[in-house]
Nanobody, 115 residues
Framework: VQLVESGGGLVQAGGSLRLSCAASGSTFSINAMAWYRQAPGNRRELVAAITTAGVITNYADSVKGRFTISRDNAKNTMYLQMNSLKPEDTAVYYC?????????WGQGTQVTVFL
């Protein structure tokens, strides 16, 4: 499974971005998908996760009410709608996919939020 993230960028605080994670390859084996982020000097943290059936299993407390995870199984794509962005949301955002016994990570996309 190959993953390509897009949609990151530079945005002013209070603004919005929509991240996409497009999967290719053995996508039939994909089950859960998730977004993680890692800010400089911090460990990678889970932002949100979603199952194949579209069930949202988890949101980090810091993003609840502002971020929305979704997926389009027909397009093998997962999204992260990020609203009301804050400077502390600045990080590299990664998508992760579970496929059978394996996990796959995307290359990451930078999100920078400025005041």
């Amino acid at each position: 499974v190959q993953l390509v993230e897009s949609g990151g960028g530079l945005v002013q605080a209070g603004g919005s971005l929509r991240l996409s994670c497009a999967a290719s390859g053995s996508t039939f084996s994909i089950n859960a998908m998730a977004w993680y982020r890692q800010a400089p000097g911090n460990r990678r943290e889970l932002v949100a996760a979603i199952t194949t059936a579209g069930v949202i299993t988890n949101y980090a407390d810091s993003v609840k009410g502002r971020f929305t995870i979704s997926r389009d199984n027909a397009k093998n794509t997962m999204y992260l709608q990020m609203n009301s962005l804050k400077p502390e949301d600045t990080a590299v955002y990664y998508c992760k996919v579970g496929a059978g016994p394996y996990e796959y990570w995307g290359q990451g996309t930078q999100v920078t939020v400025f005041l």
